[in-house]
């Protein structure tokens, strides 16, 4: 069955401090794969998403970058972490449902920058 | 910018009442999906509609599609306190290869 591991669930950094959030899937192979960011109380909104190892699409310019060196494997970092960096971090994975794409997400990695 | 719009932002009602929430979107779709999040958890997908229905039925879940007036509604019939969670919208737009959510209705059902 297909699954996606995302990790770690909390994380305390200070300001200044380097990231790495990171996304797994299993049982799919070269699934497009997406990294969004929740503030509290709001939406979803998109950072990256990526059809392909090596191919990323940047949705918002900022302090962030993602990277995919493996086909089911997905980076999100930062060299220098901002408090405004602060969030619910959600990975998530396309597959094909009757009618079209439908995402699968993570549990997700609450961030905050201190 | 967020496609979809839900409205209204937060719901309260009571146990066994249904529960209506609309989204509104701007863009030509592909199709609209709803999805659902508990406090602190991944979002879940509950229903896709394709922009050439009208209506679809899952369960308790009833959508509809309005490509005209570009919205979508969600019922949930017989409300249960287990559907306290938030509700988003998220549209897949022609020619985009990502969905765009809203901003999610808040519901709280009440025991």
């Known amino acids: 069955s297909q699954t996606i591991h995302q990790w770690p669930a909390t994380l305390v950094q200070p300001v200044g401090s380097p990231l790495s959030l990171e996304c797994t899937v299993e049982?799919?192979?070269?699934?497009?794969l997406y990294w969004y960011r929740q503030a509290a109380g709001r939406g979803l909104q998109l950072l990256f998403y990526?059809?392909?190892?090596?191919?990323i699409s940047s949705e918002v310019p900022q302090n962030l970058s993602a990277s995919r060196p493996q086909d089911r494997q997905f980076i999100l970092s930062s060299k220098k972490l901002l408090l405004s960096d602060s969030g619910f971090y959600l990975c998530?994975?396309?597959?094909?449902?009757?009618?079209?794409?439908?995402?699968?997400f993570g549990s997700g990695t609450r961030l905050t920058v201190v | 910018s967020q496609q979809g719009e839900e409205d209204p932002q937060a719901l309260s009602i009571q146990e066994g009442e249904n529960a209506t929430m609309n989204c509104s979107y701007k863009?030509?779709?592909?199709?609209l999906q709803w999805y659902r999040q508990n406090s602190g958890r991944g979002l879940v997908h509950l229903i896709l509609?394709?922009?050439?229905?009208r209506e679809k039925h899952s369960g308790r879940l009833r959508v509809t599609l309005d490509t005209s007036k570009k919205s979508s509604s969600l019922l949930i019939t017989a409300s249960r306190a287990a559907d306290t969670a938030s509700y988003f919208c998220?549209?897949?737009?022609?020619?985009?290869?990502?969905?765009?959510f809203g901003q999610g209705t808040r519901l709280t059902i009440n025991p």
């Open positions: 990526s059809v392909g190892i090596g191919q």
């Open positions: 998220a549209t897949d737009s022609v020619g985009a290869q990502k969905l765009v």
């Open positions: 049982g799919t192979s070269n699934p497009n």
């Open positions: 863009t030509s779709i592909n199709n």
């Open positions: 998530a994975w396309s597959q094909l449902l009757r009618g079209g794409y439908g995402y699968t």
């Open positions: 509609i394709r922009s050439n229905e």
